[in-house]
């Protein structure tokens, strides 16, 4: 193992700490496509629900112009009833027509009770339009609120990155090459890309393996790089930062 010194070892966590954050942050900004879309999406879903509304008045409507055809259809041919009367020669024939009326009149009045029942669906479900249409600008309102600060967020994160890879030259720069290469070399084997951990009271907090006791004790000394027999990893004295 290389000797190493504890600027050495404070350089490699905040090494560490730094590649972190920066893969924290890249995971946050491979999201932020996602994001919008699903806020755009839920806007998308909600118009639909308006556009159906739409689709129901219009047909209560065009319903409601059959009902208004089919009344006047109906008085058309109680008019002409009527003027039938006056012509009739026969008793008979007078209470035919009577009674023709008369089951025209039943017709006529059934059509206009069902139009009334139509007038009191179509306010109904242009009330409800209203509400969606009112609901649906605030949403609007709402989405492009979510969208900014999410746009914002990824700005900063990517105006934070720069200064990360900023700090990152640096503060590799400060690290003997040869214990930079033991790191990365650790890095490389693992999913979380850790190549270094605290041991605190004799335990590695990269796998919580307790530390042999004759590792621990040079481990306080800090003069040579130590890695913990399990995971491998750097280890540093936690106690001593
Ligand atoms: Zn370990």
Known sequence: MPSVTQEQITSLVKLQKI???????????STVDQ?????????????????????????LNEKYRTYESDLQMHLDRRKKSEAKLSSVKTNKEYQSSLKEIDDLENINS??????????????????????????FSELETQMKTEKEIIQKEAEEGRHRLGNLDAEWETVSGDIKAE???????IKENQAY??????????????????????????????DSLK???????????????
């Not at 954050?21 to 890249?26: L, Q, R, V």
């Not at 890695?227 to 930062?241: A, G, H, M, S, T």
Request: glycine share 2%; net charge negative; charged share 30%.
């Open 19 to 29: 590649e972190i954050e920066t893969s924290s942050i890249k995971k946050q900004l």
């Open 35 to 59: 994001r919008i879309e699903v806020l755009d999406k839920k806007l998308l879903d909600f118009n639909q629900t308006i556009e159906e509304q739409k689709s129901l008045i219009n047909e």
């Open 110 to 135: 059934k059509i206009e009770d069902d139009m009334i029942e139509f007038l009191d669906r179509i306010e109904e479900a242009e009330n409800v339009l209203k509400a969606k249409t009112t609901e």
């Open 179 to 185: 214990v930079l290469a033991t790191y990365n070399q």
């Open 193 to 222: 890309k850790i190549g270094i951990v605290a041991v605190k009271d004799a335990v590695c907090q990269g796998c919580h393996m307790n530390i042999p006791p004759q590792m621990y004790n040079e481990l306080q000394r800090g």
């Open 227 to 241: 890695r913990c027999p399990l995971c491998e990893r750097i280890i540093y004295w936690k106690d001593q930062n």
